[in-house]
């Protein structure tokens, strides 16, 4: 595949993505969720996306709406409209843009009690209007601090507070490693985000 940019152009080789997708599966023996943001990296997003999509893959991160937006519009449209691809969103969404991601085919990332309680907000406003059923509830992954400090949950009081939350299915739980070079860092992150894992039900965690 090659990608034009003005005069310049780039040679994207999607057979080594495959396999370098491959390669991680088996390294982590599980689903892999491939980040996809910014382009994929300036690697032409749908093109990943299709070829990981053929490679089994079935869940995909990107960092805004619109790029969630841009993925579902290019599942929708192809031949792919028949996979059960799901989009984590990982960077807080504008109360305005909320509904257009209330869909069985995303998730959303919640960094704070407070962006929380305005997502829940947002739902039962839209059930209010008939917009939603009155079943929905929204898929959501919680982002805890454990020492990169940027977003993310730092307290455990916030954590069981989202957890108390109507309309919001509660489907996982990550962190962003600080320094992922640094043993000593990387430990001590991973003994905060394991010690917050009892705080969340049984279930979410088999």
Do not use: W
């Amino acid at each position: 595949m090659i990608m034009e940019f003005s005069n310049t152009y780039a040679k994207i080789d999607l057979d080594a993505i495959r396999e370098n997708f491959q390669a991680i599966c088996r390294r982590a023996g599980a689903p892999v969720m491939a980040v996809v943001k910014a382009d994929a990296y300036g690697h032409g997003a749908p093109f990943v996306l299709r070829t990981l999509l053929n490679e089994g893959a079935s869940m995909f991160a990107v960092a805004a709406a619109r790029e969630a937006r841009e993925l579902l519009d290019s599942i929708e449209k192809s031949e792919l409209s028949f996979t059960k691809a799901r989009i984590l969103v990982m960077g807080p969404v504008e109360k305005e843009t909320l509904p257009s991601l209330f869909s069985p085919s995303v998730i959303l990332s919640l960094h704070s009690p407070e962006y929380a309680r305005e997502v829940s907000c947002v739902i039962e406003q839209c059930k209010a209007s008939l917009l939603l059923p009155a079943r929905f509830s929204l898929s959501v992954h919680l982002k805890l601090e454990t020492g990169m400090h940027r977003l993310g949950i730092r307290t455990e009081r916030g954590i069981r507070e989202i957890l108390s939350l109507p309309h919001l299915r509660i489907e996982g739980c990550y962190s962003h490693l600080a320094h992922a070079a640094n043993e000593e860092r990387v430990t001590a992150q991973k003994n905060r985000f394991l010690s917050l894992l009892p705080l969340f039900p049984a279930n979410l965690l088999t």
